[in-house]
């Protein structure tokens, strides 16, 4: 089935953010250097932990009242009250550094989560299903890499495919692990930036806008997709995505 011209043309929007994310460039401005040189400066213990901290992130966000939103398909998400959140949030770990990860990190996964299921919402989807809270807590995988990823698995379909395999026994845990491995990869960055000494609250604060920017971002892309999925078909998206050029 081909796609109308401005579903298509709405498609090429979604593939553009969905393929070209722009966290490191974003945090890479706000702190001056690039982002690879902030990691080295991580301690090797912070590193191991990143992952912990980020997979109980990701559980005590999906246990909190994140989805208390009323189930209104179509209505207008509130992306900056959601990041005015975020940047009360990233003042703590801007000030303590990583020491304040392990608090500040659930909280503000729980905030850019909410805000995941408003752009959701926004888009069409019935964020009281299974299915939706699934697909909101997917978007923590995009625009991130997995410590075995090549090139070729870093695409929007085949992070897709690869948590829907997670996925298909059932098991909600494996799903978040499986998020957690990409998740952790932003963190891990966002963590370097806001470890530098010089950086303060107010440069904590900006990075965490930038963190939220980035998946809000990655939400609007990955819900346009799924709204044109319901209207033509998943296969039929998929080829027309596949077919359109990556834009720079």
Request: some cysteine; aromatic content about 6%; glycine content about 10%.
């Amino acid at each position: 089935m081909n796609l109308a011209p401005e579903d298509l043309a709405q498609l090429q929007v979604a593939k553009h953010l969905l393929e070209n994310p722009g966290f490191v460039a974003k945090v890479t401005s706000i702190i001056g250097m690039p982002v690879e040189a902030a990691l080295r400066h991580l301690p090797g213990s912070v590193t191991r932990q990143i992952a912990t901290v980020t997979r109980s992130a990701l559980v005590k966000a999906l246990d909190a009242a994140v989805f208390t939103l009323k189930d209104v398909p179509g209505e207008r998400s509130s992306n900056l009250w959601h990041k005015a959140g975020i940047a009360v949030s990233g003042g703590v770990g801007g000030f303590f550094g990583f020491a304040g990860l392990s608090v500040e990190l659930p909280l503000s996964t729980s905030i850019m989560l909410r805000s995941i299921a408003d752009i959701a919402r926004s888009h069409g989807e019935r964020i009281d299903s299974e299915e939706a809270k699934q697909a909101c807590l997917a978007v923590f995988a995009l625009g991130g890499r997995s410590a075995s990823d090549d090139e070729s698995e870093t695409g929007y379909y085949t992070v897709r495919a690869a948590l829907a395999k997670s996925l298909s026994d059932g098991s909600i845990i494996k799903l978040i692990s499986a998020i957690a491995e990409r998740f952790s990869v932003n963190v891990g960055e966002k963590a370097a930036a806001q470890a530098i000494p010089a950086l303060g609250a107010v440069g904590g604060s900006l990075i965490n806008l930038a963190f939220i920017d980035h998946f809000q971002d990655m939400a609007r892309g990955h819900f346009m997709v799924r709204q044109l999925e319901r209207r033509y078909g998943h296969d039929a998206v998929q080829q027309a995505y596949q077919a359109l050029p990556r834009q720079g």
